[in-house]
């Protein structure tokens, strides 16, 4: 795989890239409803 | 054969109208005792048929490609990959199928949510595993729980048949008491955890929620006893705390409010001299 | 592209290189190959579907008759619990992830998953989760007992079983997000030249969607937990109405998370579908632009129908109505698919190898679990069916005749291209028709006893019901004894079978870049990336 075509810097970076976005998407979700149900609380 | 009977006689024992209803091998649902549920009967039957009408389609495309083309009978394969206009057909048609759907679907919807006009009004409240009517500005509360018969035969082990117990399961020592064709309003909550009360023939099904009182209403046009169960998982005995309504003319009704009335007097006299706990605790939920 | 090529460049690859299978427990403790990952996840699946199914058939057992004569209602309870979060969680998104694992990377001509240690991760966390959602089952209180939807107040009842449960969801639901971060990155970064997204195979765009979905949903069932954990043992009150919190909230949350996660149990399954049809009809796939467009659509509705589970929880009318016609605009989609499947088939040349069995019966059982489910849609009738036997079989025939079926159709498909071996075509489709009889038996009379008024997630019925209730065990017994063929045809194959070709399928149209591959595929699957046109 390390030696593989494949997995050229400019992948490698795209690939960090993108796996950054999601995880910060699914933090999202995560936070945001709980700040959700509490904001709706009284 | 012989079983069927026995259900029969059940049936008739618990004076249910729609018999069919208690039937065994029962296929759809039984049609109920309000005008309301009559209407939710209508559309779940207008649902239904317009599935099988798709389904007859629908199927009957695939089992004729099934059949038709089969390479074993050395059928060639075209070559198409889409239709434009094929695919509109079949996005506008269902379009339209579903309106016709949702339009008496909301007629009915905005019918169950009318409120309005009620002539009694019946606070319901869950608990685990009973439940408790408080007929409010009446004076009358009460608590409904399984009958003995029931109790007894439904414990893990009792070596009692429960073909032998009418109604089994579907009884209670108290029955909800209610008159005929009047507008009963039923205010839901629960003491503990989610309940959520339900009888068929009357057509409504809502969650008795604690913290929060629900609202619905019927009218039964027939008199009666019709009977149900807690419909939302409440714990251990959640299959085992069920509901009667006995729908009797007002007349009656007034009758039984009065000897209910007359009952509640005499427990709170006996709480007030005897000082036993449970007669306390009557009172006590009574309020 | 030259198949060819590919081969010659693999096998010298594998001649001077010690990229190949380490030996032993360490390939697959330490694994990193997306196919033996995938191998892992499919056999983890296999085991979940058989300790979620004895579950099944303990509930079926207590059925069988009126009258309590097995187990106590608690253990009842448990049971329809757990046999619902093995199910959902360790049988059936498993298995698809599974396939995803396997296919996606040979699908798209990539040589691996994108980030193949964290796919390791994945996969051994979803062990940790589902050892200790079982060992909860041993502890003090019993196990967790309120239902999977674990609505609150009732599961705060639950005793030391519920950190457990909570735990072991947060894990599980660790290894989904991860899971699909790991198959998002994946199809966006490492597809074939020449492979633009409108060219992917529809099994890989359906899963796509799906990791969209589980990378939106997954964190909110882990906040709702995460809320049910503090309400129970930090003094919170999300969810309490005395503490100004409100149970029907928990509700709301539960299933924004709950509706997505069903289409996140049947796109793949589309998926899986969609190849399998087109290749045994011998005619590309109908409409594949749509079918593409609808299952975006189907992922879009699916976050504005949640609160057609909670008709009956009090809802203004305002909003009675938007859910119930939300509801109704999913069949316009499903629609669109059950139409292309079928115009697929329409002028093909039709042959009925059991991956195409199951593929049918998923077309006509599946159909008729969204018929139900477009009833159950209409607010009104939804006060009759809520929380009876109708739902049971509504959702029961979309995911037993429907995703678990389309996961075997998925599985007799590329087991050979897997093994390298052709497996007793027979006995598989005995398998079938042993299945498809019994899951019919087992699920149909329920849509009878939820309209005759059976409220679901009962241990004891009123002796109206008793027909219905054996007819259905019968069924259950059957359906579950039929699955031990299955594991016997699965593993028979793994050790010796006909040898399989590359094409697998004598189909006029290969259409796939699995299928130019050999049968098994290199430990690397595309060293090279294939050039796709």
């Known amino acids: 795989m390390k030696s593989s075509p494949y997995m050229d810097a400019d992948r490698k970076r795209a690939i960090r890239r993108t796996t950054l976005w999601l995880v910060l998407l699914a933090l999202a979700f995560y936070v945001g409803f709980i700040v959700l149900t509490i904001s709706r609380a009284n | 054969m012989s079983k069927s009977m026995k259900y029969a006689a059940a049936v008739l024992g618990g004076c249910l109208p729609a018999a069919s209803a208690f039937a065994a091998w029962e296929l759809n649902m039984p049609l109920g005792?309000?005008?309301?549920?009559?209407?939710?009967?209508?559309?779940?039957?207008?649902?239904?048929?317009?599935?099988?009408?798709?389904?007859?389609?629908?199927?009957?495309?695939?089992?004729?490609?099934?059949?038709?083309?089969?390479?074993?009978?050395?059928?060639?394969?075209?070559?198409?990959?889409?239709?434009t206009k094929a695919e509109i057909i079949w996005t506008i048609i269902p379009i339209a199928i579903l309106v016709g759907m949702a339009v008496p679907a909301a007629g009915t919807l905005i019918k169950i949510e009318d409120m309005r006009d009620s002539e009694l009004t019946v606070k319901i409240t869950g608990y685990q595993w009973k439940w408790h009517y408080d007929y409010l500005d009446k004076n009358v509360s009460f608590f409904s729980t399984l009958s003995e018969d029931s109790n007894r035969a439904r414990q893990k082990g009792s070596g009692i048949d429960p073909n032998t117990i009418p109604n089994y399961l579907l009884d209670v020592d108290n029955r909800m008491v209610v008159p005929v064709d009047t507008k009963v309003r039923v205010l839901l909550t629960a003491g503990d955890v989610i309940h959520a009360w339900w009888v068929p023939a009357l057509g409504m099904k809502r969650d008795?929620?604690?913290?929060?009182?629900?609202?619905?209403?019927?009218?039964?046009?027939?008199?009666?006893?019709?009977?149900?169960?807690?419909?939302?998982?409440?714990?251990?005995?959640?299959?085992?705390m069920p509901i009667v309504v006995e729908v009797v003319t007002k007349e009656e009704f007034e009758e039984w409010l009065k000897s209910k009335q007359a009952d509640g007097a005499e427990i709170a006299t006996a709480a007030n001299s005897t000082d036993s706990s449970d007669a306390t605790m009557i009172v006590a939920q009574a309020e | 592209?030259?198949?060819?090529?590919?081969?010659?460049?693999?096998?010298?690859?594998?001649?001077?290189?010690?990229?190949?299978?380490?030996?032993?427990?360490?390939?697959?403790?330490?694994?990193?190959?997306?196919?033996?990952?995938?191998?892992?996840?499919?056999?983890?699946?296999?085991l979940m579907f058989f300790i979620g199914g004895a579950m099944a058939l303990v509930i079926r057992a207590e059925l069988f008759q009126p009258g309590l004569q097995l187990v106590d209602p608690g253990f009842f309870n448990t049971m329809t619990t757990v046999h619902a979060l093995?199910?959902?969680?360790?049988?059936?998104?498993?298995?698809?992830?599974?396939?995803?694992?396997?296919?996606?990377?040979?699908?798209?001509?990539?040589p691996d998953m994108a980030l193949p240690r964290m796919n390791n991760f994945s996969f051994w966390l979803l062990c940790a989760a589902f050892t200790l959602l079982l060992l909860s089952l041993f502890v003090a209180g019993g196990g967790p007992a309120s239902g999977w939807t674990l609505y609150p107040p009732l599961v705060l009842q639950t005793g030391n079983a519920l950190p457990l449960a909570i735990f072991a969801i947060h894990l599980a639901g660790a290894s989904s997000i991860m899971g699909a971060i790991n198959i998002i990155v994946t199809i966006m970064n490492m597809r074939a030249p020449g492979m633009s997204l409108l060219k992917m195979p529809v099994f890989v765009w359906t899963w796509l969607i799906t990791a969209y979905l589980l990378i939106a949903v997954m964190p909110v069932f882990a906040g709702a937990v995460t809320m049910l954990l503090t309400d129970r043992f930090?003094?919170?009150?999300?969810?309490?109405?005395?503490?100004?919190?409100?149970?029907?909230?928990?509700?709301?949350?539960?299933?924004?998370?709950?509706?997505?996660?069903?289409?996140?149990?049947?796109?793949?399954?589309?998926?899986?579908?969609?190849?399998?049809?087109?290749?045994?009809?011998?005619?590309?796939?109908?409409?594949?632009?749509?079918?593409?467009?609808?299952?975006?659509?189907?992922?879009?509705?699916?976050?504005?129908?949640?609160?057609?589970?909670?008709?009956?929880?009090?809802?203004?009318?305002?909003?009675?109505?938007?859910?119930?016609?939300?509801?109704?605009?999913?069949?316009?989609?499903?629609?669109?698919?059950?139409?292309?499947?079928?115009?697929?088939?329409?002028?093909?040349?039709?042959?009925?190898?059991?991956?195409?069995?199951?593929?049918?019966?998923?077309?006509?059982?599946?159909?008729?679990?969204?018929?139900?489910?477009?009833?159950?849609?209409?607010?009104?009738?939804?006060?009759?069916?809520?929380?009876?036997?109708?739902?049971?079989?509504?959702?029961?025939?979309?995911l037993v005749p429907g995703a678990v079926f389309a996961i075997m159709a998925g599985v007799y498909y590329w087991l050979p291209k897997w093994t390298g071996h052709m497996y007793n075509m027979k006995l598989a489709k005995v398998h079938f028709w042993l299945s498809v009889i019994f899951v019919n038996l087992l699920f149909f009379p329920q849509h009878f006893l939820g309209l005759a008024g059976?409220?679901?997630?009962?241990?004891?019925?009123?002796?109206?019901?008793?027909?219905?209730?054996?007819?259905?065990?019968?069924?259950?017994?059957?359906?579950?004894?039929?699955?031990?063929?299955?594991?016997?045809?699965?593993?028979?194959?793994?050790?010796?079978?006909?040898?399989?070709?590359?094409?697998?399928?004598?189909?006029?149209?290969?259409?796939?870049?699995?299928?130019?591959?050999?049968?098994?595929?290199?430990y690397h699957s595309f060293e090279v990336a294939p050039e796709v046109k």
């Open chain 2, 33 to 83: 005792v309000t005008d309301l549920s009559r209407e939710i009967h209508g559309l779940h039957m207008l649902i239904f048929w317009i599935c099988v009408l798709i389904a007859i389609v629908v199927f009957g495309m695939m089992i004729y490609s099934i059949v038709k083309f089969r390479h074993s009978k050395g059928a060639v394969p075209a070559n198409f990959d889409h239709s």
């Open chain 2, 208 to 240: 008795a929620i604690p913290g929060i009182v629900n609202e619905m209403w019927f009218r039964a046009d027939e008199p009666g006893v019709y009977r149900g169960q807690c419909a939302e998982l409440c714990g251990y005995d959640h299959g085992f």
């Open chain 3, 1 to 46: 592209m030259s198949t060819a090529h590919t081969h010659a460049h693999a096998a010298d690859h594998e001649a001077h290189d010690h990229h190949g299978p380490e030996k032993g427990w360490r390939r697959w403790l330490f694994a990193t190959n997306h196919k033996d990952i995938g191998t892992m996840y499919l056999l983890f699946s296999l």
């Open chain 3, 86 to 110: 093995i199910m959902v969680f360790g049988a059936v998104m498993p298995a698809t992830v599974g396939l995803a694992n396997w296919m996606i990377p040979i699908q798209i001509g990539a």
């Open chain 3, 234 to 398: 930090f003094g919170t009150t999300f969810f309490e109405a005395a503490g100004g919190g409100d149970p029907v909230m928990y509700q709301h949350i539960f299933w924004f998370f709950g509706h997505p996660e069903v289409y996140i149990m049947i796109l793949p399954a589309f998926g899986i579908v969609s190849e399998i049809i087109p290749t045994f009809s011998r005619k590309p796939l109908f409409g594949y632009d749509a079918m593409v467009y609808a299952t975006a659509a189907i992922a879009f509705l699916s976050f504005i129908v949640w609160a057609h589970h909670m008709f009956t929880v009090g809802m203004p009318l305002a909003g009675q109505l938007f859910f119930m016609l939300a509801t109704m605009l999913i069949a316009v989609p499903t629609g669109v698919k059950v139409f292309n499947w079928t115009a697929t088939m329409f002028k093909g040349s039709i042959s009925f190898e059991p991956p195409m069995l199951f593929a049918i019966a998923f077309l006509f059982l599946f159909t008729i679990g969204g018929f139900s489910g477009l009833m159950l849609g209409v607010a009104p009738a939804d006060f009759q069916y809520h929380d009876t036997y109708f739902v049971v079989a509504h959702f029961h025939y979309v």
């Open chain 3, 454 to 522: 059976m409220p679901r997630r009962i241990p004891d019925y009123s002796t109206q019901f008793a027909d219905w209730n054996m007819v259905s065990s019968i069924g259950a017994f059957g359906f579950g004894l039929s699955q031990l063929l299955f594991v016997y045809i699965i593993f028979a194959t793994i050790r010796s079978g006909a040898k399989a070709t590359d094409k697998v399928w004598d189909t006029a149209k290969p259409h796939g870049l699995e299928w130019t591959l050999s049968s098994p595929p290199p």
